[in-house]
């Protein structure tokens, strides 16, 4: 990987000065970090484990569409018309509209298991909102032993899957849990570049959009700058 490449070019002093390694819950990223870094915690962003829940949701929500109707989901449909609801995080909520969410899908789903797989995920997002209270090791284990037994007591596939994600990436979710570090600057970055992208629809100077995407990633640069490309 070029981020792998650029590490090996760097002096050891560098390298050894790098304590933790902010990545998405992919294995090509761990690999690439342990072959770089030997040394380096690996953490995991709380932003891609929440990911990972709502696409859990998402796929709760339309098998159990494709079960009940045999076909996608409608407007017509509770689990549709509160898609946008099971992925929002429940303090941002009112109580009218959870109580309407909740009381839909109790009536429409038989099994309960859209709302098992959303209870799932705010349990995971309770799990990760610990970083705010720096729990110890002791606490954190038993928080994340209930979060298991609540996988297996819900036993739906698709949280059994994201369970065993999270079992496996633990350490390195343990570690945002314990120190906070996050790659949401850098995230933000990216979306930036890639607005840049989008917009420009193709640069014929590669220069020119080098320097495009610097000013616009620079606070400071981006009022009253014009670049003629």
């Known amino acids: 990987m070029a981020v792998a490449q650029w590490l090996a070019k760097q002096s050891p002093e560098?390298?050894?000065?790098?304590?933790?390694?902010?990545?998405?819950?992919?294995?090509?990223?761990?690999?690439?970090?342990?072959?770089?870094?030997p040394d380096a915690q690996l953490v995991v962003d709380h932003f891609h484990v929440i990911k990972l829940a709502n696409d859990m949701v998402t796929?709760?929500?339309?098998?159990?569409?494709?079960?009940?109707?045999?076909?996608?989901?409608?407007?017509?449909?509770?689990?549709?018309a509160n898609r946008r609801r099971l992925l929002t995080a429940r303090e941002r909520l009112s109580e009218h509209s959870y109580a309407k969410m909740w009381n839909a899908l109790r009536a429409k789903d038989p099994g309960n298991e859209i709302l098992a797989a959303y209870i799932v995920k705010e349990e995971l997002r309770?799990?990760?909102?610990?970083?705010?209270?720096?729990?110890?090791?002791?606490?954190?284990?038993?928080?994340f032993y209930k979060f298991l037994?609540?996988?297996?007591?819900?036993?739906?596939?698709?949280v059994v899957k994201l369970a065993t994600t999270i079992e496996k990436w633990w350490p390195a979710v343990a570690a945002f849990i314990g120190t906070t570090i996050?790659?949401?600057?850098?995230?933000?970055?990216?979306?930036?570049?890639k607005q840049v992208k989008r917009a420009a629809c193709g640069?014929?100077?590669?220069?020119?959009?080098?320097?495009?995407?610097r000013f616009h990633c620079t606070r400071k640069q981006r009022?009253?700058?014009?670049?003629?490309?």
Do not use: K
């Not at 037994?149 to 596939?157: G, M, S």
């Open 14 to 37: 560098f390298r050894s000065s790098i304590t933790h390694v902010a990545i998405d819950p992919c294995a090509a990223y761990a690999a690439a970090a342990a072959q770089a870094l």
């Open 149 to 158: 037994d609540l996988c297996a007591q819900v036993n739906l596939p698709e």
């Open 182 to 193: 996050t790659n949401a600057r850098t995230e933000g970055y990216n979306r930036l570049v």
């Open 126 to 143: 309770g799990l990760l909102a610990l970083a705010r209270s720096r729990p110890d090791d002791h606490h954190l284990a038993y928080q």
């Open 59 to 80: 796929a709760v929500r339309r098998r159990v569409t494709w079960d009940q109707r045999g076909r996608r989901g409608r407007a017509v449909d509770p689990e549709w």
């Open 203 to 213: 640069f014929r100077n590669l220069e020119n959009s080098r320097r495009r995407i």
């Open 223 to 229: 009022a009253g700058i014009q670049i003629h490309c």
